[in-house]
């Protein structure tokens, strides 16, 4: 099992930045893959970013290209966010969710564990 934990999210006026967090624990955290996944009220949870297990390659959603950055930090079993130029259409609760020696797929059904999201709100 892996337990993952978001934190970081919050209220920010459109323009301003926020950095998410996911902490994992349970098993080797640089042996999976980790994504950010993000579910508005009324639609379907849908695809942010991405990252592979060996931290290299990642995948970003058109919506967040240029503004968003996914990193991790392997030593501290830590996944990020950083989020730049907040929009009012980024209001979401923000999962991450992690994919055993995965390559950082789009996909939410490569994903084996996810955490209980957190909200971020963006105010025009």
């Known amino acids: 099992q892996v337990q993952l934990v978001e934190s970081g999210g919050g209220l920010v006026q459109a323009g301003g930045s926020l950095r998410l967090s996911c902490a994992a624990s349970g098993r080797t955290f640089s042996n999976y893959a980790m994504g950010w996944f993000r579910q508005a009220p009324g639609k379907e949870r849908e695809f942010v970013a991405a990252i592979k297990y060996s931290g290299g390659p990642t995948l970003y959603a058109d919506s967040g290209k240029g503004r968003f950055t996914i990193s991790r930090d392997n030593a501290k079993n830590t996944v990020y966010l950083q989020m730049n130029s907040l929009k009012p259409e980024d209001t979401a609760v923000y999962y991450c969710?992690?994919?055993?020696?995965?390559?950082?797929?789009?996909?939410?059904?490569?994903?084996?564990?996810w955490g209980q999201g957190t909200q971020v709100t963006v105010s025009s």
């Open positions: 969710a992690a994919d055993y020696y995965g390559s950082g797929s789009s996909y939410r059904r490569d994903y084996d564990y």
